[in-house]
């Protein structure tokens, strides 16, 4: 009969640290600057043709899936939809058991390694923009020229999105002005939709220096990745769009901060990796051998190996995806929503936290449930401290409303359940009866 007995797990010689200068690394490796950011905009303004012909024209996807998904589009008479059907292939939910919980989508110049959050597809999906926004280092925001298009996306979600991204911390964003094909590639109108934009973006507290236009159009694949060819564009000279993304290296990247992983998910590996955990580094790095950290069990472990983008890796640093084999640990510690900290910066553990949101909904003294990334943990808004101007923050109105009207900036204080790695300035949102109820900054 077979022995079902359970065998020890040799972990094999304990990992030595290389005791590398990881900064000093990280320069020499030239590594690529890594760069997430997440596409909004109204629906129809063209995200998905707009992404789906990036992906092409980097050649990220071939001519062959064009050319199916053409033939498909045809069949149903939406010959267009061919590029925007490119978003939604290569998505990969699971890969080595490690869950991405945003659709992704990865492509690279010779400069950056981009990845789109939240590939919008046909969806307009709010939750799904608040997760991606949270991990977003810039926005792109797409808008119709089209006559009576970009006026009633202003009326629709154009505002909306931004306004979220920017209560999510995003301080840069780029504006593709799509659809300059349908109004004859009209420098007035692309001045005039700059003008009313940029006065709204300010006006929500982006910085004009971290915002940029982009006439183009996404359909024909003008001044995407390929400058317009066509001589009414001609007035154009600025950077086309790629020019822009890749001028929009992580702003806060955080390397000499503390080390902070908040973990995505926790699996096992095989024999080799019996332990692994993976999420995105949000500030500092680490290295194979450092003993590490888990927040809020408080209990250490060693890396013994790093994967980066799924590559072995010796070390890693903010702002990349890792996925990390742990020792000297056992499961129970390690869960989705934990924080990774080094010993000698640890962070806090809390119970109660002021937040500066954008309310989705009526906020009274409540029962809500905060979530940060993976982290979840039910909790109650005991104050609202104040509504606050959504330019300046300063307080507008009297302190200590009774009610927080939905689309007000505000600050509050909410109470939790149980004790939790929080600290500013985390992104959190704030869930109530199963709906995104506001989302925001911890102060
Ligand atoms: P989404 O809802 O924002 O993802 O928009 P889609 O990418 O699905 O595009 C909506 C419609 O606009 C489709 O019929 C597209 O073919 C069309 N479209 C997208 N970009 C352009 C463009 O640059 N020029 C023109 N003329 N049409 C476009």
Not at 264 to 270: I, L, P, S, T, Y
């Amino acid at each position: 009969t077979a022995n079902i007995e359970a065998v020890a797990i040799d972990e094999g010689p304990k990992p030595r640290s290389k005791n590398l200068d990881v900064l000093a690394e990280f320069e020499k490796s030239r590594a690529k600057n890594a760069a997430n950011f997440i596409v909004i905009g109204h629906v129809d303004a063209g995200k998905s043709t707009l992404m789906g012909r990036l992906l092409y024209d980097l050649k990220v996807v071939d001519q062959r899936t064009v050319d199916r998904y053409r033939k498909e589009a045809e069949k149903i008479g939406k010959s267009s939809f061919a590029l925007a059907w490119v978003l939604d292939q290569g998505t990969e939910e699971r890969k080595r058991g490690v869950t991405i919980d945003i659709a992704m989508n990865k492509f690279e110049t010779s400069k950056t390694s981009f990845t789109i959050l939240d590939a919008p597809g046909h969806r307009d999906f709010i939750p799904n923009m608040i997760a991606g926004a949270s991990q977003a280092d810039f926005a792109v925001l797409v808008i119709d020229a089209g006559t009576g298009n970009f006026e009633s996306g202003l009326k629709g979600q154009t505002k909306e999105h931004a306004l979220l991204v920017r209560s999510m911390g995003v301080q840069r964003i780029v504006i593709a002005v799509n659809k300059l094909d349908t109004v004859q590639w009209s420098k007035d109108r692309f001045d005039e939709i700059q003008q009313q934009v940029g006065a709204f973006l300010t006006a929500a507290g982006f910085q004009s220096r971290n915002v940029a236009f982009v006439p183009c159009s996404g359909l024909n694949g003008d001044n995407i990745v390929k400058r317009a060819e066509d001589a009414r564009a001609s007035w154009y000279t600025g950077p086309i769009l790629i020019e822009q993304l890749e001028a929009s290296e992580p702003t806060n990247r955080s390397l000499d901060k503390p080390l902070r992983l908040t973990i995505a998910d926790v699996f096992r590996g095989g024999v080799q990796n019996p332990l692994s955990i993976s999420g995105r580094l949000d500030s500092g790095c680490l290295q194979v051998g450092d003993r590490i950290v888990t927040m809020p069990a408080k209990e250490t472990a060693v890396i013994r190996g790093i994967e980066v983008d799924l590559e072995p890796a010796d070390w890693a640093v903010a702002g990349q995806n890792v996925v990390l084999h742990l020792t000297d640990i056992e499961q129970q510690y390690l869960k989705p929503g934990d924080v990774i900290c080094l010993p000698s910066a640890l962070i806090q553990n809390v119970t109660a936290m002021t937040v500066k949101i954008l309310a989705f909904d009526h906020l009274t003294p409540m029962h809500v449930e905060v979530h940060r990334g993976r982290l979840q943990v039910a909790g109650r808004i005991t104050q609202l401290v104040a509504v606050l101007d959504k330019v300046t923050g300063a307080m507008a109105g009297k302190k200590k409303p009774r009610l927080v009207q939905p689309g007000s900036v505000a600050r509050v204080v909410v109470q939790l359940d149980s004790a939790v790695p929080l600290e500013a300035p985390g992104k959190v949102i704030l869930r109530a009866g199963g709906q995104t109820v506001a989302a925001g900054l911890l102060e």
